[in-house]
């Protein structure tokens, strides 16, 4: 059995998260010493390390939940996992393509830049025709 520490030190996650997760109940509530020391076990390091994987794969909290609902069911049907996986990668090919955009508009500016004075800088230009056009929706905004 180990401590949230150890816990947290073994699957490279800060104990706040780990305390986090427990609050929004992706985390089951551990089982505790007589002094009230949290103590876990091979399945929560699963548990949490699954989290933590899903997230370093983009996964939002409610995906990851419904993918542990579906792994704590093993007679549901596959396609259910593998719906939030095509929405996940849906949403990652979106956010490439933003980014490629981005990548073409900065060696754009960065190659239409003379290295003369700021007045007449194409990096400065390009920034002020466009700053207007910038969301947060796009991913980019403030």
């Given at each position: 059995?180990?401590?949230?520490?150890?816990?947290?030190?073994?699957?490279?996650?800060?104990?706040?998260?780990?305390?986090?997760?427990?609050?929004?109940?992706?985390?089951?509530?551990?089982?505790?010493?007589?002094?009230?020391?949290?103590?876990?076990?091979?399945?929560?390091?699963?548990?949490?390390?699954?989290?933590?994987?899903?997230?370093?794969?983009?996964?939002?909290?409610?995906?990851?939940?419904?993918?542990?609902?579906?792994?704590?069911?093993?007679?549901?049907?596959?396609?259910?996992?593998?719906?939030?996986?095509?929405?996940?990668?849906?949403?990652?090919?979106?956010?490439?393509?933003?980014?490629?955009?981005?990548?073409?508009?900065?060696?754009?500016?960065?190659?239409?830049?003379?290295?003369?004075?700021?007045?007449?800088?194409?990096?400065?230009?390009?920034?002020?025709?466009?700053a207007a056009c910038l969301t947060d929706h796009?991913?980019?905004?403030?």
């Open positions: 059995m180990l401590t949230i520490g150890n816990l947290a030190k073994k699957t490279g996650t800060k104990v706040q998260t780990i305390r986090y997760y427990e609050q929004i109940e992706l985390m089951p509530e551990p089982g505790r010493t007589e002094g009230g020391q949290r103590r876990y076990g091979d399945a929560e390091i699963d548990r949490l390390s699954f989290i933590r994987h899903s997230r370093q794969l983009g996964f939002s909290l409610d995906a990851i939940r419904e993918l542990l609902d579906l792994g704590d069911h093993p007679n549901r049907p596959c396609h259910e996992a593998d719906a939030i996986a095509r929405r996940q990668l849906k949403q990652v090919e979106r956010r490439i393509a933003r980014l490629e955009a981005l990548r073409t508009e900065l060696n754009r500016m960065v190659h239409e830049c003379s290295g003369g004075r700021t007045a007449d800088c194409r990096v400065l230009e390009v920034l002020r025709d466009h796009d991913g980019i905004g403030a």
